[in-house]
């Protein structure tokens, strides 16, 4: 759940859409790219599909993340509704790669995360505006979540990121796209993407997901270490009044998720519908290819009620770290049986048992996972029109519309740390 407001209101040409494919198998080999630049130090090839790439440079970027080939693959594969997706291979003089990017195509509202009283101007403006505040976007990062560029050693960041730049914006202008972005670059990368300041691009906040290192042995250690007696003491009666329940609770952990996938994604839907926020909504098809394409790198966690799934949590399992990605509940029940609590303990107890060191989630409902002592993890958007005068006004306003103005909570600790 992570591209958030940049996806509210897509409308993605039925030109550029491809349809959905069924076979998973990769490719056998390489195929040419759809367009070639050349750029001042380098040169930028487009692929259509990331099969079309050479495995060897995928497995030099991305070999080392969770989010690898057959992540992006799989996301490609699923996700075909609003999603165009292409993929830019940066190279030097000597034709030796340097990075591989991951692009997306899309047909962005840039209002929607602007507050009540701008919405209201700007609705009364597409009276006879249809397209105010709305133009195709060429996204640089993974749809899902924070991603950092596929660096191939031994380039490195600072090396490649003017050619990033110069590849964006030569294949924005290739496709009549007049805005780029780059979305949910870890903050700790400010420093080597300082070009990107320096080419006229604005660096915003994004939605930060969190963390917590599982430096504790047990979720109880956890209580009595980490969290405030207020807190601590409020958790442990909405524990205590869920194992009171009956039937009780029983927890599922599934590496498939073919057989339950008609009664998790339910569950799934209920929060997406349920959400302040607007963000991508995940099919089917995602959940089922994600189990069966990358064996053993996810987990299906199920919480029943007498044998009813009440709540479901998708994760994934990478080295000494679980990712909390999505999360679905049976709104029924889900208030009188803490179900978000009672799946958090469950989700950390599970992770210590399995010798893990760190939880990660997703962003949103920061609230009661600040009140967790999870922490923030910023990451950044850098947004840049191609037209001088428009980049100098987004410049401008593009704060008024930053996703961190969206959640009451962010606001709060953005303007502390401002302040």
Not at 97 to 124: C, G, K, N, T, Y
């Amino acid at each position: 759940m992570s591209l958030a407001v940049w996806k509210r209101g897509l409308t993605v040409p039925s030109k550029r859409q491809s349809p959905a494919r069924t076979s998973f198998a990769a490719s056998s080999s390489p195929k040419k790219p759809i367009i070639s630049f050349r750029l001042p130090t380098g040169t930028a090839a487009v692929y259509r599909r990331a099969e079309d790439i050479d495995p060897t440079t995928w497995q030099a970027a991305y070999g080392g993340s969770h989010k690898d080939f057959h992540y992006y693959d799989l996301i490609e594969r699923t996700m075909t509704v609003d999603f165009v997706y292409r993929y830019l291979v940066l190279r030097d003089s000597n034709h030796e790669p340097l990075l591989l990017q991951p692009l997306i195509l899309v047909d962005q509202d840039l209002a929607v995360s602007a507050r009540f009283a701008l919405v209201w101007v700007i609705e009364m403006i597409r009276r006879w505006r249809p397209r105010f505040l709305r133009t195709s976007l060429l996204m640089a990062g993974c749809l899902v979540g924070e991603a950092e560029p596929g660096m191939i050693t031994p380039a490195t960041l600072e090396q490649a990121a003017p050619l990033l730049a110069a590849g964006l914006r030569a294949f924005a202008r290739s496709q009549g796209i007049s805005l780029m972005t780059v979305k949910d670059l870890p903050a700790t990368l400010r420093k080597k993407m300082s070009v990107f300041l320096q080419e006229g691009y604005t660096r915003i906040p994004g939605f930060p997901p969190l963390h917590l290192p599982l430096d504790f042995s047990t979720f109880d250690e956890y209580m009595r270490t980490r969290l405030s007696r207020v807190t601590r003491r409020s958790l442990r009666r909405k524990l205590r009044n869920s194992s009171r329940q009956r039937p009780p609770l029983t927890m599922e952990v599934l590496e498939d998720c073919s057989e339950v996938i008609n009664e998790i994604y339910p569950l799934y839907l209920c929060v997406v519908l349920r959400s302040p926020v607007d963000f991508e909504v995940f099919t089917r098809d995602y959940f089922l290819e994600a189990g069966r394409r990358m064996p053993g790198r996810f987990r299906y966690f199920i919480w029943r009620q007498e044998g009813k799934a009440v709540a479901f949590s998708f994760c994934t399992i990478w080295n000494d770290t679980i990712y909390d990605n999505d999360i679905g509940l049976d709104y029924g029940v889900a208030h009188d049986l803490n179900l978000y609590y009672v799946t958090f303990r469950d989700l950390i107890s599970w992770a210590l048992k399995q010798g893990l060191k760190s939880y990660r989630c997703a962003p949103f409902n920061y609230d009661p996972k600040l009140h967790l002592r999870l922490c923030l993890q910023p990451v950044d958007l850098y947004v840049r029109h191609h037209s001088p005068v428009m980049n100098a006004l987004i410049r401008l306003v593009a704060p008024l519309f930053s996703p961190t103005k969206v959640d009451p909570v962010l606001r709060v600790l953005f303007r502390r740390v401002t302040s």
